[in-house]
Structures are given as structure tokens and as C-alpha cells.
């Protein structure tokens, strides 16, 4: 028998999507050239090449032209809307810092940069409401029927059914357990039987059901092939749903290595091109803030030497990517600096903690040496953030998944502090919340993303209650 092949799930439909957004990226410069009465010259053409080029980059980057069906609209709009604010901030950098055309100081060229992204979403947006409108006056439907009254189950009807706009008609869920009553609503799971494995195929063969999908345990092997087997004497499109939902998934992918496909659990979201954007982020984004606090470290520096004894930096073991241990570089707030076996968290009203490093830790400026192991490629400017060596095995042990955390870098700032985790963990409830937030950066993580946090921080972030 031979080997088949798991493919990603493409169609024309996807490749025309993206030669639409070219055309109107090229067609909407193209248009304020002429009423402009602009000519093109090589600049302006390099202009478009490159703008097409990062936008479907970064485009893809987003799974834009992925399958929106079941999906909020106003996630495909925000992909689409991300990707474009990064290819102009990636093209102005360059005409900036390298290629010199001043491009950006066209007012016609800035009425692009605004009209071409609202072009692109429009026809975005119009697509899915003319799809939606034909699917929910019976166009383009799918019947769909579910093999397992399970808990996957019940959430994969709820994302298939949720909008009529999507065009799935729910005939209901197959399974040949004894409890389960054929035609009746169970109480407790709300879940309408429509019969037995016999039922299905005898629904599949006469033509009731367009699409099946298959939501058993992964335990119950045998039974999804025999099913699989069996589904083969009819004309139905049928799909494997594995309940990896009983896994804590981090950045799962599946990878085809030679027709053999293999499903990630715990995987690092930097692999490949990606760990190359998020190096470049973190140096382009450290350099620049530290020109601009070099003044304030300094006076910093002063502040600490004249206000009490010790060293001005403290450089404390903390676990970087990988577990691995590095070096973090504070300024000193304290009159002692624990980094062995034993590290007392900072409290309110800790006596060990110096008046000028009250300060300094409440407004978070103790924090902002460590744009030096930023630039040095130990951190980054977004991630979780690093606990001390003796904090980490205290944790392990308590909160499962704690060390999924050091998939990637410790970051200056994280979701979990612009979410108000930041500061004094001193239950394990504020800790597994923290867990909780770097994990999901970690499994969302995306250029936009960070962005945001970087910007929620500026505002929000500096200063919390809970910092001392």
C-alpha cells in the first residue's frame, strides 16, 4: 500500500485572493500617480515592487489567505490590516536609513499608504458578506454530520453552526454508545443523536451528508478505521479530528517529513524565518531606546552611587531560552543581592529594598539595563519575564507547563504584565496567571502582537501597584 501525503488545504480561490490584493496595491498607487499627475519613475516602481512583495510576505506570516470560514470577521480584517502597517513602517525604515528616496514626504504617496489598506479590507469584507449572503440563502452549503458525541465534538459544532453565514447545515452527531438515545437531546451535553455508526454510513450512502467529521478519542483506533474504511463506499468528504485539546499545545504545526506527517506539542514559535523577525525587532527596537535613555541611565547610575553603598548594576542567574542560565542585568535596588539557592521576593515594605530603589522598581527603571541583554541576545524586548534560578524549581514543581515558558527568550515586558501580572507573586494563583498569559503570547505570538505589547507597556505597563 502506499504512503499517502497530508497536504495543506490550498485553493485557486487563495491564489486569486493574492493577486487581487497586488492588483489593487499597484492599481491604487497607480491611480494618485495619474490624479496627481506624478511619473513614474525608478523609485516609484521599486516603491510598488517592494510594497507587494512585504505585503504578501508578511501576509502569509498571518495566514490571510487561509480558509476564513467559521472565523470572525474581524480577525481576517485585523491580519489584513497588520500586515499592511508593517510593510509601510519595513518600507519607511528602509527609505530612511538606507535608500534615501523620501518617498514618504509625498502627500500622494501618504494618501496611499491610507487608501490602498482600506481598498484591500473593503474587498476582503465584501467577499465574506457575499458569501455569507449566498450561503445563508442556501448556496454553496455543506451538510455535516459529527462520529462522536464527545466534548471535541460539541465545540467543533458550536465553531461549524455558530453563524448560518458559514454554510454548514448540522445533521447531527453519530455514536454507538448504549447511553446514548437515538433522537432524543442529552441533558447534560445538549447534543442531538442522529443514530448509531450504521445510521451514518446508510445517511452517507443515500446522499444526506456532504461532509463527516471524525471526532474520537485517539485511543479508538480500530474503530475510526474500520469507520474510515467503511466511508469509502460513499462520496462524502470525511476529516480526522484528533483531540489534541487534551494536550496543553504550545505553537503546535504539523511538519511532512517525505509523506510521513508529524504533529508538534511543544514547539517554539521562532523557527525558521521568524527567529530572523524577532532578532531584527529586538535589535532595531534596542538601539533605538537606547539612545534615547542613556541620559536618564546615567543620572540613574549617580543616583544610585550617591544614595547608598554597593555596586551601581546587579547581575543575577536567571534561566534564558532553552532553561539555559543567564545573566540579567538590573540596576541595584536593594542593600543585599541574593542569587543562590534562595531568593525572598521583594514585599511591600521590604527593608532590604533602598529608597532610591523604591522608586526605581516601582516605575520599573531598575528594569532598564536589561535593553543591554537585548542587544547582547540573551532577551527580548517581549517575552516572559525571567524569575530567579531558586523562583523557577520552586514553580516547576507546582504549575504544570511552568518551563514551556523558556521555549523562548525572557522579554523586558510580556502579555502577562500589561495584563497586571507584574510584581510580587506571593500566591500561586498570580503565578499560574502569569504562566497562563506568557503561554498564549507564546502560542500567538506574531510581529503585531509584539507591537502592541510594546505600546500597551508605554502607557500602562511602567507603573502597577503591585511593583516594589
Partial sequence: MSLGRVRHYDTSLNALARL????????????????????WDSATMWLALLSVIFFNFFAEMQDVYRSWRGVRRYKEMGAVLSSWIVTVALIVFLDIFWLKWQLY??????????????????????????????????????????????NLGRR??????GDKCNGFRFAGYYDDRA???????LSNQSMQVAGGVDQLLEDCRTGKLDVVYITLSLAAEKRIKFIVDELADSTVSVYLVPDMFTFNLINSRWVDYQGVTAISIY??????????????????????????????????????????????????????????SIAVWK?????????????????????????????????SLDELPQFLNVLGGSMSIVGPRPHAIAHNEEYRKLIMGYMLRHKIKPGITGLAQIKGFRGETDTLDKMEGRVRFDLHYIRNWSLWLDIKIIFMTVFKGFVHNNAY
Fill in 331 to 363: 540596576f541595584r535596588s536593594m542593600t543585599v543581592m541574593d542569587n543562590g539557592d534562595k531568593v525572598m521576593q521583594a514585599t511591600k515594605g521590604d527593608v532590604r529594598i533602598t529608597p532610591f530603589g523604591a522608586f526605581l522598581r516601582r516605575t
Fill in 20 to 39: 487581487a490584493d497586488s492588483l489593487l496595491i499597484l492599481g491604487s498607487l497607480a491611480l494618485l500617480s495619474y490624479l496627481y499627475h506624478v511619473r
Fill in 156 to 161: 467543533l459544532e458550536k465553531i461549524l453552526v
Fill in 179 to 185: 447511553k446514548l438515545e437515538t433522537g432524543r437531546r
Fill in 267 to 324: 514547539e517554539t514559535p521562532f523557527a525558521g524565518f521568524a527567529s530572523v523577525i524577532k532578532r531584527a525587532e529586538d535589535i532595531v527596537f534596542s538601539l533605538l531606546i537606547l539612545l534615547l535613555i542613556s541620559i536618564p541611565m546615567l543620572v540613574i547610575a549617580i543616583g544610585i552611587k550617591f544614595t547608598s553603598p554597593g555596586p551601581i548594576f546587579f547581575l543575577q542567574q536567571r534561566y534564558g531560552r532553552g532553561g539555559k
Fill in 105 to 150: 514626504q509625498e502627500f500622494y504617496i501618504l494618501n496611499w499608504f491610507a487608501i490602498a489598506p482600506l481598498l484591500v479590507v473593503s474587498w476582503h469584507l465584501i467577499a465574506r458578506l457575499v458569501l455569507g449572503y449566498l450561503r445563508g440563502k442556501g448556496h454553496n452549503t455543506r451538510r455535516v454530520g459529527i462520529v462522536g458525541a464527545t
